[in-house]
């Protein structure tokens, strides 16, 4: 069998490194890969948002089976284009990706199936936008409509920042076209859970539940970045709250899709708000997390390529999917000042990662034998164990071996979570 992976960061390597595990993959492509991700698998120099030089290169070499990991190709097509070929793929196509496409899409959604979620107004003319927000509570929350890079949030305090928010996104087109509509949502509060999900339309089952570590520096301060850290499972998500969701989010939400006419296949990513008045959304991914598939593969029993072949196939139900009773903790490894300036090219030794531990390479490249720094997220350094606190240390112990002069790491990953345990 050969396998191509659409996709470059640490994400990829994580269902890479998932997918050798299955011994009937002879070779596994990542379009395009990055130099760490090259250690295992054949790194193709063609870009993650080229449809046609995805589909293109999938059809010249005969692939077996194409995973489409990150937003953009999907919200683009590639898996309608990669079928139009005849090539079965894990993710969902053009219709059903909308889901994480357009805010717009994914809010009326919601409120037309009665899906918990923030209350919400949709603006597409920047006046009305405005004058809403005279009388509109604080904080509040704006977000444009279409993909920016995970930066399309912001949480306003006041009502200055907020008209600041919306006229970055409409006037300035800070996010371009994806800020021409913008939603004004109630803000929540609550803690925060990601719950990623296999579905192939009929059957949803979701996988073990994480917590993500958004802020840059110790103590949830900082600017928000794509992700500092990953603990699973996620303490506050509890046998009831899994059980709830399940009812009132996720089934209600893989019908209203089927009613829609956009069946979802693939990973669905739930990111919920534990609110006192109960489970809400925040927002849906239309695949894995980055850094949450950084501690949620390791810990998967079952065979991620046969899990994904069943997706592809509308088989899952006829499946067990086994997740084990560990915890995993991933600590990113930064370029010192991510996610406001930083710089590429730095030198990078890497330990070697025994079992149950792994380095996730999200931004190298190879120079000669050399392995460089590339961007701002460079590594996911993940460890499992039978209990949290375990795991937390063994990720650092190894985290701390990794030689990266222009590196910083955050020095409290899953804090918050140990601390939600103690107070059980
Ligand atoms: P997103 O890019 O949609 O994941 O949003 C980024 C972050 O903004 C989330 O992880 C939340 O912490 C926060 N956020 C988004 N929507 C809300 C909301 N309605 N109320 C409070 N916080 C929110
Ligand atoms: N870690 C959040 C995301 O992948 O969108």
Known sequence: MKVMVVGGGGRE??????LKENKGIEEIYALPGNGGIALDATCVNIGAKDIAGIAAFAKENKIDFAVVAPDDPLVLGAVDALEAEGIP???????????EGSKIFSKNLMKKYGIPTAEYEV???????????????????VKADGLALGKGVVVAQTREEARQAVKEMMQDKKFGESGAKIVIEEFLTGPEVSVLSFTDGKTLVPMVSSMDHKRAHDGDQGPNTGGMGTVAPNPYYTKEIAEECIRT???PTMHAMNAENRTFKGCLY??????PKGPKVIE???RFGDPETQVVLPLLKSDLFTVMQAVANGTLGDM????????????????????????????????????????????AKKEGEKLLSVGGRVLGVTATADTLQGAIDRAYALAKQVKFENGFMRADIGKRALQAYERK
């Open 13 to 18: 390597h994580a269902i890479i490194k998932k």
């Open 89 to 99: 793929c894990f993710g969902p196509n053009k219709r059903a990706a909308i889901i």
């Open 123 to 141: 603006f597409e003319d920047m006046d009305a936008a405005l004058a809403y927000l005279d009388t509109a509570p604080v904080p509040t929350v």
């Open 249 to 251: 989010i996720f089934l």
């Open 270 to 275: 739930f990111g919920l708000m534990l609110t």
């Open 284 to 286: 849906y991914n239309c």
């Open 320 to 363: 067990k999917v086994e997740f084990s009773e560990g915890h995993a903790c991933c600590v990113v490894v930064a370029s010192k000042g991510y996610p406001v300036s930083y710089q590429s090219g730095f030198e990078l030794t890497l330990p070697e990662a025994k079992e149950g531990e792994y380095i996730f390479v999200a931004g």
